[in-house]
């Protein structure tokens, strides 16, 4: 009798995933890292992750948290996944937007005094 898979436990080993890789090609991911799938490049060849990934970024960026959760992998592996698909053209990334700081307290005050005097 074969034991009993438990949920969420994968079926093939992250080593093989990743040809046994454990580190990625480039060090500049980050998790907050956008992604974006180009869209005319074929994904035959590539491995049924690598064209699950690139079909999660397609209808836009994904960040690379959200793809290795959608993936239900490490990120690591996520990330050495990612990497591949950079070298060959697939993926394309984008540092998030910064948040927005203000560099004038004075126009802060402005809209606040705006504010009150609306309400």
Known sequence: ???R?????RLVRS????????HPSRNTLDLV?????ADDLPLAGQSPEKRRLMELCRPGALSVAEVAGHLELPVSVTKVLIADLIDS????????IPSARPSDTRI???VLDGLRARL
């Open 15 to 22: 080593y093989v995933v990743t040809d046994g890789r454990s």
């Open 1 to 3: 009798m074969t034991p």
């Open 5 to 9: 898979r438990r949920p969420g436990e």
């Open 108 to 110: 802060l005050q402005e």
């Open 89 to 96: 053209g697939h993926i394309v990334t984008r540092a998030p």
């Open 33 to 37: 890292t956008l992604l974006i799938a």
